[in-house]
């Protein structure tokens, strides 16, 4: 979480320049996203009473050519009435534009909204209805995107880490085998769309009980909704760490998604696995930066267990869960 | 440059509910500080059309006694008419208040305005017009603050690393015998006021050529003003890395200040030493956060070698620069 790359007042005035959005009045970076720099901006706007805008340059894990993937993604879910931030196109009406020859840039509306940490029933039940929301709209965009942090990805990951697992943790070289049953067992043919993948709490914003922003869509693709719901059910329903089960608030975030979108049956009964296949996704992902990161290196390692404990309650209660 | 501590939505509503400044809208963590981690807040207002602020919290380095000074300095320099942000006090009437119960914060008027990397010689004139305004504002403020970063500190400091220096660049140690030729000439009896003492660009926001916020007063201390005259025009005058030296803009910035208020002749004698004592100042203190910092530390050292070009200006040219 940092800013990347410096932006004077004079790169800055000359990038916005390219937009019909008015002056620049103030440009602060801002402490969010792993992958981009980002930076709220203030101008005159269009018409002198002000405007905001979160400006992203895209610094490394992304692929150009997916790039409009992504930004026509928050255009036509913006436009389907979901709270989205929409892209500015520049003055040729382009939604990125290249900044100093090597990196992307693309202005993006400002949403109001917190993250929240301690989700209330009354706030997952909002974000499981708007992750629906976002399911049906997705169905009718055009584009497509390779879902490549599949389940068979996710395993091979996590053996790519074999020797180092024990010494992470002493349980987390069990978590391979259950990885392998899990792909013996998933489940084909699930009702697909565009899914967001990462919809954790620090990519929803909210006001109170309502859901005002669902932002990093970096991690969106083809892919199955109920596995979609699953990654956000892990993301919710736990304490942060994995410690504990908040059944309230997960019974209410399905409640909330099956109040625009029932589950179809085979949905229902594949929850489970899908949701120890989100706790895999999350293990081997933080076994790998953990393996990666230097234990000096001034920056917060992720501990892979706590996704294992979220594992070890969806692998014990998973079918009363979501029966 | 980072947020150091996680705030969650229920954390700043919680806070904010103890100002009236309306209802939380939105919190983001800005890239800004380094002893202290900074968000902008957006509220409601106090009238229902919005409102923006800094919310600061201080994380370390910082004597907690100290910060009525540092904020007591904000307010007084705003009531004098500087570009200098205010303090939003509590519904108590405090200034700053415990979060936590082991950290401090402050909210702070939020200022537009960015930051400029390559000056123009109006802006600089704008900035020395501006620092010599607030020199003469900060002889009526009644509190006052050791400098603690004294010359002599910083020749200790200096030498403190002796050991290491050459390893940096070999030209290094040589700075110690400049220095101890400072300490040795150092002028006595200048006038004095509270000066910034950390008047960078990037403590300055400007719209054009205009300044709209001088921030950052955390190591404002009692101090001779041409001191902090000098100061500023080191960080100024020079391209980044000090290998380049901007005449046109130094000679706005000096005229800037004495558009305002004149040097006084034993002033603008002790300019070139004064001078060459700021850049002994960011060489001991580069050099020693380069030694305490690892090499693979995922954090950008900053060359203490910048400051030895900016020195060597002052050494060889400082009675004509200043004349």
Not at 86 to 103: C, E, L, P, V, Y
Request: charged share 25%.
């Amino acid at each position: 979480m940092a800013v990347y790359t410096h932006l004077s007042a004079e790169d800055l005035a000359a990038l916005i320049a390219q937009y019909d959005v008015g002056e620049l009045v103030s440009a602060k970076g801002i402490a969010e996203g792993v992958s981009n720099s980002n930076w709220i901006l203030e101008t005159t706007g269009q018409d002198g009473n002000g405007a905001r805008f979160i400006l992203t340059m895209y610094e490394r894990r992304i692929d150009l050519a997916e790039l409009p993937f992504f930004l026509d993604l928050l255009d036509h879910l913006s436009s389907h009435g979901l709270p989205v931030p929409h892209t500015i196109h520049d003055r040729h009406g382009a939604s990125w534009r290249m900044f100093d020859q090597d990196k992307a840039v693309a202005l993006i509306e400002y949403l109001p909204g917190v993250s929240v940490d301690r989700p209330t029933p009354q706030q997952a039940h909002a974000v499981g209805a708007s992750l629906a929301q976002m399911h049906i709209a997705a169905l009718e965009f055009g584009e497509t995107r390779e879902d490549k942090l599949n389940v068979l990805h996710n395993l091979t990951a996590l053996q790519s880490c074999r020797e180092e697992l024990a010494h992470i943790d002493p349980r987390l070289p069990e978590m391979i085998e259950r990885g392998q049953r899990i792909c013996r067992d998933w489940p084909t043919s699930l009702p697909e769309t565009i899914i967001h993948s990462d919809l954790f709490p620090d990519n929803v914003l909210m006001l109170g009980e309502t859901v005002t922003g669902l932002i990093d869509f970096y991690f969106a693709s083809n892919g199955a909704m109920a596995y979609d719901l699953a990654v956000t059910h892990a993301a919710w329903c736990f304490d942060r760490d994995g410690s504990k089960f908040h059944a309230d608030v997960g019974d209410a975030l399905m409640q909330g998604y099956q109040s625009v979108r029932a589950l179809e049956p085979r949905e229902n009964a594949a929850m489970p696995i899908l949701a120890q296949a989100a706790c895999l996704r999350f293990v081997a992902s933080r076994a790998q930066d953990w393996i990666d990161t230097p234990p000096d290196a001034h920056v917060t390692r992720k501990d892979p267990m706590d996704f294992v404990r979220r594992w070890d309650v969806y692998a014990e209660m998973g079918d009363r869960l979501f029966a």
